[in-house]
């Protein structure tokens, strides 16, 4: 009976395929059709969940490697304990969203296809049992897709300080992960240590790190980010490439892995001293077979998993909201000055031209930090009122929606291959 079921759904969804290519579909117009379709169920759903209506923003999604497109996306207003920002920045994670975006080993970015996660903006709706924060308030959102309009839960918005500015703000979620990485390092004043990786993640670990310890070098593959390091307060710069026996001699207590290669391990490892500590905060793209096992040993290192996924886990262990304490200690660390954050947050991009940032992005590494500017937008597209009845878009892209459809009919050919 399985079997048969399958069988029916494949020879149904068959139909359906048949049916639109008769009407002028595409594959690629099918696939964008079926995308809108699931945003418009999520959306009513929430709304469903929050018992609240809709509103209309702009949002970046992407539907396959090498497209990207800014689309309408749906907004439930808030419900019960939850927050609607309207954007001001999103900041962007270079080499996750590069990683997205060409779909390479772990990198899902969940069914709406939507990058982004880290954005600032000023308050515009509160959920009932919401405390700490008022209409109009200048907030940082860790988790929200880049878009002219969120609605998020109230843990994941913080209030900014007055000295503050957005754009710096926007970092929230790379702050935490970074936060939560030096955190679980135990680094003691003044204690030496080192950083392989030189991308968002490698440089605001190493600058909030810096604030503690003494950064005596920034490791990397290539010297595209060279003069950001050391402006960022690194003692020396070296290439993992070129650089393999001053590399050997740092002998550092303390390395920070934060690249997306799994390689990246064996680096760090051969820069560390007797008894030291790796401290993995990257996300891998990918597998290795160079794992310096007999390295660690010898050497008789910690390795101390420090991904952001911990946050949740120590939390859940000590009751504690370890992701608000990380974000107020990034936001604490801005207001009290000093640390250089001009190349992380990088160029202002428009929104509008999301699909030429990405292509631009796919070809590159040497990209450390951009934000999105949703201002550049006109207010009635950043926000509007939204209709809870309205059908969902199925036209799909590079179908016209003014012209009636074409009765399907069958070809000659058609005909011929059926008798």
Not at 42 to 53: C, F, H
Not at 335 to 348: H, I
Request: glycine share 10%.
């Amino acid at each position: 009976m399985p079997n048969s079921l399958e069988a029916l759904k494949s020879r149904a969804m068959d139909e359906v395929l048949r049916r639109l290519y008769r009407y002028g579909y595409t594959p690629k117009s099918v696939e964008e059709a079926q995308r809108d379709t699931i945003w418009w169920v999520y959306a009513r759903v929430q709304a469903a969940l929050n018992r609240r209506p809709l509103d209309r923003g702009l949002g970046i999604a992407w539907t396959s490697a090498g497209y990207a497109e800014l689309v309408p996306v749906e907004i439930p207003r808030p419900g019960v304990g939850r927050v609607s920002v309207l954007v001001e920045v999103s900041a962007v994670s270079p080499g996750t969203e590069r990683a997205q975006y060409l779909k390479l080993p772990n990198t899902a970015v969940g069914v709406l296809g939507r990058p982004g996660y880290s954005c600032a903006g000023t308050v515009r709706a509160l959920g009932p049992g919401v405390e700490g924060i008022a209409v109009g308030d200048r907030v940082a959102v860790a988790g929200a897709a880049h878009a002219s309009l969120v609605t998020v839960p109230a843990a994941s918005v913080f209030r900014l300080p007055a000295s503050v500015e957005l754009t710096a703000a926007s970092l929230i979620q790379l702050g935490i992960i970074c936060g939560q990485g030096v955190a679980l390092s135990d680094l003691r004043s003044s204690e030496p240590f080192g950083v392989v990786g030189a991308g968002a993640i490698g440089a605001l670990t190493a600058r909030l790190a810096g604030a503690k310890g003494d950064l005596r070098a920034v490791i990397a593959h290539s010297d595209a980010k060279r003069e950001d390091a050391l402006r960022g307060g690194a003692g020396e710069f070296l290439r993992s490439d070129a650089d393999a026996e001053r590399i050997a001699g740092l002998d550092l207590p303390l390395v920070f892995e934060a690249t997306g290669n799994p390689d990246a391990i064996a680096v760090a490892a051969a820069a560390s001293a007797d008894g030291g500590r790796i401290i993995l905060i990257g996300s891998p793209r990918g597998v290795t077979r160079d794992l310096p096992l007999e390295l660690l040993r010898a050497k008789n290192l910690e390795v101390i998993g420090a991904h952001v996924d911990t946050v949740d886990l120590q939390g859940s262990r000590s009751g504690e909201d370890l992701r608000r304490r990380r974000g107020e200690e990034f936001l604490a660390a801005l207001a009290g000055g000093g640390m250089f954050l001009d190349d992380l947050a990088g160029p202002a991009l428009d929104p509008r031209e999301a699909a030429l940032f990405y292509e631009e992005l796919a070809a590159r590494r040497d990209l450390v930090g951009a934000h999105f500017d949703w201002s550049k937008l006109r207010a009635d597209e950043r926000r509007r009122r939204g209709h809870l009845w309205s059908p969902p878009n199925v036209v799909g892209a590079g179908m016209d929606a003014s012209r009636p459809l074409p009765a399907p009919r069958r070809s000659r050919l058609i005909r011929r291959s059926a008798r």
